[in-house]
């Protein structure tokens, strides 16, 4: 699955999952500039991210001047950033939803019957089997498998290695660390920070994520 660059792309916020993106972007056949708009000071000496054919030039927000066929990427990986760099695009920038594409890399197997939504970013390697349902702004890692009708809400991150087994539901804002599975039908609450694999059957909330009671 690849997506069709209209124009330069706008990659909102610098961190280290800035990289990912540029890097999703070339896999997708796009080659030449890309603008880095910051709601902060950040210093882009720390995150190496540029590849062969494609250079950046950085500002804040306040000077960028946004044009109709813009596409636009969320450059940062923590949920609470996500939701604000999104909300100050939508009011500031006058983008909307649909200014927000997903980028997924060829190496992926994405059933046809999954539901995915704007700007979710899907690194090499993951499986999403069929009737998966992904909230808009989700990361999926490396090597990461979601499993059947599993949902997972907006601003949701699921680092590299990790299963999500059938039928789980992953509540807004939850970040889940590499490595962790996921045992069916559980529920992880909103905000959650899944540090240790959770088991089946339960539902499980907190920092760091801990099981609350079964499903009943």
Excluded at 95 to 102: A, K, L, N, R, S
Aim: charged residues 15%; contains cysteine; hydrophobic residues 45%.
């Amino acid at each position: 699955m690849k997506i069709s660059i209209i124009s330069q792309p706008i990659l909102l916020g610098f961190s280290s999952h800035t990289s990912m993106i540029v890097e999703l972007l070339r896999e997708a056949g796009f080659r030449g500039e890309v603008t880095i708009v910051k709601n902060i000071p950040v210093d882009e000496s720390d995150y190496p991210y540029l590849v062969d054919g494609i250079w950046a030039e950085s500002m804040m927000m306040d000077a960028f001047e946004p044009d109709v066929n813009n596409t636009y990427f969320l450059s940062v990986v923590r949920p609470p950033i996500k939701e604000l760099l999104f909300d100050l695009a939508c009011h500031q920038l006058k983008v909307t939803e649909e200014d927000f594409p997903m980028l997924i890399h060829s190496s992926c197997q994405v059933a046809s019957t999954v539901k995915i939504g704007a700007a979710t970013h899907i690194e090499q390697s993951s499986t999403i089997a069929p009737y998966a349902e992904i909230g808009m702004g989700v990361n999926i890692g490396h090597h990461t498998r979601v499993d059947d009708y599993v949902t997972v809400n907006p601003g949701v991150v699921i680092a590299g290695k990790c299963h999500i087994e059938k039928g789980v539901m992953i509540g807004v804002g939850a970040t889940v660390f590499d490595n962790i599975h996921i045992g069916a039908g559980s529920i992880i609450g909103g905000g959650s920070l899944v540090t240790k694999s959770i088991p089946a059957g339960v539902v499980a909330f907190g920092n760091p994520c801990k099981v609350i009671r079964e499903v009943s």
